[in-house]
Every structure is written in C-alpha cells, then in structure tokens.
C-alpha cells in the first residue's frame, strides 16, 4: 500500500517540480493582489504542514506545538533557492514518513490536533490537501506564464492523440496497474459504463 501512497504523492510533487523550473525567481513572489498568496507562500504552507503532520506521526500529534500556521502565510523567503529547499525539506518529510507505513499501522489510531485519525484516513486527508494547493501553484504559473507555458499534462486540442497513444501503449504491454497517475485503474474488470 506504500508503494501506492508514494506513487500518488510523487505524481503531484513533480506537477509542481516542472512548474518551478518554468519559473523565475521573480514570478515565484508574485502575487494578484494583497489577499491572494504567491506561489512562494503556498509552498511555504505546504510544507510546512508536511513537516508538521508527517514528523514522528505514530507517535506524536500532527499538529506540532512548534507549527505557526498563520506564519506560513507571510512570506519569509528571499530567493527562489529558499523556497525550492523548503518545498525539498517537506516532501523529504512526507516521503519518509509513507515509507513508515505497514499493513500492520495501517489502520492504527494516530491524531491531528487531538482527533483521531487511522494512518489511511490521515494519507487520504492530505492526498486531497496537497494536490488542492499545488493546482493554485500550477495555475498561479499558468497566468503568469501565459502564452510561454509548457503544459504538465494533455495539450490542448491534443486529447484524442493521447488517448490512441494509451490505448496502444496498454494493448501491447501486460497491465501493469493504472494507465496514469489521476486514472481509474485500467482493468478489462471495469465495468462498461465506466469506460466513457
């Protein structure tokens, strides 16, 4: 199950990977307006809640004593390197702490500000946190981009392609597991009307 939780993870890290290196250190600070956040700020926010939660998580509140949330949303950084190495600094945490996970703590109680949580449900809770603010990251870089974006995923008015290249990408291999990161399981078990 591991193995899974790290796929997934990974898969959204690496969307804000290529983000970041279609970015200067500039546009990394900017902002829309005054109540929007920076890319850099969201970073800050990501990881630092990465660093929170996953830190010694079987056996300590995710919630850290030391954690200043509101903090995460002042920027602090002053160049692109910083941020690139907190964002580092908080997948390395995450990473490690999935690589902790076993199917005999897989359902063990562990808690996030006093609530309990099973190791499952705490992956879940932040396998929709994580992915929720690297899409801002994502689109905050799309409008800042614009035109010179190199797009993370199908390309526009390319869909059709992609999918002939899947489709014969999986009728000349074994199944191996998922067709992509984000889709249902490709299985000739799945029912028809799901197919679509």
Known sequence: MKELFIKR?????????RAFEQLSEEQLFWQFNNESN????????????????????????????????????VNAFKTKEEVINFWEKGWSCLLNALDQITDENLYATIYIRGEGHTVLDA?????AHYP???GQIVYIAKMIKNDDWKTLSIPRNKSQEFNMEMKNKWND???????????????????????Q
Not at 9 to 17: C, I, P
Not at 53 to 67: A, H, I
Not at 123 to 127: D, E, G, I, N, S
């Open 173 to 195: 291999t074994e199944f191996k597991g998922n067709s992509s990161p984000v889709c249902f399981e490709n299985n000739p078990e799945v029912r028809d009307d799901y197919k």
């Open 9 to 17: 993870f990974s898969y959204y890290k690496s969307l804000g990977d």
């Open 123 to 127: 992956v879940f809770r932040q396998l």
């Open 38 to 73: 920076s890319i850099a700020v969201i970073v800050k926010h990501v990881a630092g809640n990465m660093i929170s939660r996953w830190t010694n998580f079987l056996t300590e509140d995710g919630e850290k004593e030391y954690r200043n949330r509101d903090e995460e949303f």
């Open 132 to 134: 929720y603010h690297i």
